[in-house]
């Protein structure tokens, strides 16, 4: 199968002007709509209010938050590398809005009366543009951090770029599914081959890997360690504020918009109409679909925001493991699963239906039981003796660390307030 690029490439210079405004603005609005939408979210699941001040029941509140951060003074540290500590917020943000280019909103649509598809534009690698543009994004993450000149932030850009490699190396396995079942490498003709059947259904094992690395590879929880303000009080834009540190905020929540589309295109048939909606022979066509591909993103928006609310953050180690021990030799079994039926469908055995569902069971059986022995393997054991007493070691655990102080003994002192006169003032 080769998809057909044929209808791009002819638009007159206003109609791409146009279309490239309507993804810049589609982004921002969403951005500040989903801002808003995770503080009442998380309010409503934690039994609180949200904000609810600036506006009608606090609508306006993240526009009030950019205006408030533009405004205030931009602070830069006497001891960072000012260039590359000015140049890293852009680099983090630029690369977030240039991967949307090939993302389809829709099919071919009449506008002003030309015929143009809902799409900046596609390539015949299309998906590996987006790989390629959002990996640059960690350079900014790494950078802020480095040029920084303080410790936190330099810990926290190094966690990136651990993380981004981890999880990419998973996720480009679960595109290389996609990509030999389809035949194409490009977004639009991705969508062309789920017509009738998802590939959230045939390729059910990539896209459980896939919404984890992507995950992990938007820096948010329970993955947000370049940023644990536990350990690491901001991560990587610790030294940072005013607009810069809201470029970095806007670069992420347009990652999870972008990672969110690209999932929509790749496994749940991008624009096209879900069940029953389908049956209508209109659904497929005209401005509807876009309908239906913005309520796939903002879907997977509310995952992340579930998630966050959900789950608590992983230890270090336990990403890592969840990364290199689990997703990727998966990934890896999967693709070899796919490339076989892949093989048996060129030489005229049509499998597919059979095959990849038994497969795609008994991958996620494998991947269920890896993870059930490691977090049997994290849990606590109960002590079958009880433990002699040993003598303190203050480096037993790598770090001088001095002992516990002992319990009090003897009774408790009983604290009496002091009485009042009346000749003494108030304020004594």
């Known amino acids: 199968m080769t998809a057909d690029l044929s209808m791009f490439g002819h638009d007159p210079w206003w109609l791409v002007v146009a279309k490239a405004l309507a993804v810049f603005v589609f982004l921002v609005l969403t951005v500040l709509i989903a801002i808003y939408a995770e503080r009442k979210v998380l309010a409503w699941m934690q039994m609180r209010v949200g904000p609810d001040r600036v506006g009608p029941r606090g609508i306006l509140q993240s526009l009030a938050d950019g205006i408030k951060l533009a405004l205030k003074e931009g602070i830069v540290p006497s001891g960072v590398d000012k260039p590359v500590y000015l140049l890293a917020p852009i680099i983090a943000t630029v690369p977030a809005f240039m991967a949307f280019a090939v993302i389809p909103f829709g099919p071919q649509v009449s506008i002003l009366g030309h015929r143009t598809p809902l799409q900046l534009t596609d390539l015949p690698v299309a998906v590996l543009y987006i790989l390629a543009v959002t990996s640059v994004g960690v350079y900014g993450i790494v950078l802020a951090g480095w040029s920084s000149g303080s410790t936190y932030p330099l810990l926290g850009g190094l966690r990136s770029t651990a993380q981004v490699i981890s999880y990419e190396v998973a996720m480009g396995l679960t595109f290389a599914a996609v990509f030999l079942d389809a035949g194409t490498m490009s977004t639009s003709g991705i969508v062309d081959a789920q017509f009738g059947t998802w590939y959230v259904f045939?390729?059910?094992?990539?896209?459980?890997?896939?919404?984890?690395?992507?995950?992990?590879?938007?820096?948010?929880?329970?993955?947000?360690?370049?940023?644990?303000?536990?350990?690491?009080?901001?991560?990587?834009?610790?030294?940072?504020?005013?607009?810069?540190?809201?470029?970095?905020?806007?670069?992420?929540?347009v990652n999870m918009v972008t990672v969110s589309a690209l999932a929509a295109t790749m496994f749940l048939g991008g624009w096209h109409a879900p069940w029953p909606l389908n049956m209508w022979s209109g659904a497929n066509s005209g401005w509807w679909p876009l309908l239906w591909f913005v309520a796939k993103v903002w879907a997977f928006l509310f995952l992340f925001i579930w998630l966050r609310a959900t789950l608590p953050r992983l230890r270090y180690d336990q990403f890592m493991n969840l990364g290199w021990k689990v997703l990727i030799p998966v990934a890896l079994v999967w693709v070899m699963v796919v490339a076989v039926v892949r093989a048996l469908r060129n030489e005229g055995y049509d499998v597919r239906?059979?095959?990849?569902?038994?497969?795609?069971?008994?991958?996620?059986?494998?991947?269920?039981?890896?993870?059930?022995?490691?977090?049997?393997?994290?849990?606590?054991?109960?002590?079958?003796?009880?433990?002699?007493?040993?003598?303190?070691?203050?480096?037993?655990?790598?770090?001088?660390?001095?002992?516990?102080?002992?319990?009090?003994?003897?009774?408790?002192?009983?604290?009496?307030?002091?009485?009042?006169?009346?000749?003494?003032?108030?304020?004594?």
């Open 202 to 253: 045939l390729l059910l094992p990539s896209f459980v890997i896939y919404v984890t690395s992507m995950v992990g590879e938007t820096n948010r929880a329970p993955f947000d360690l370049p940023e644990a303000e536990g350990e690491l009080v901001g991560g990587f834009h610790t030294e940072y504020s005013s607009l810069r540190f809201a470029m970095f905020m806007l670069a992420e929540y």
């Open 353 to 428: 239906w059979i095959v990849l569902l038994a497969g795609g069971i008994v991958v996620a059986l494998a991947v269920l039981t890896l993870l059930w022995r490691r977090l049997a393997a994290t849990r606590p054991r109960p002590a079958t003796a009880p433990v002699p007493d040993q003598p303190f070691d203050a480096t037993a655990g790598g770090f001088p660390v001095p002992p516990l102080p002992p319990p009090p003994t003897g009774p408790r002192p009983v604290l009496v307030p002091a009485r009042r006169s009346g000749k003494e003032s108030p304020d004594a």
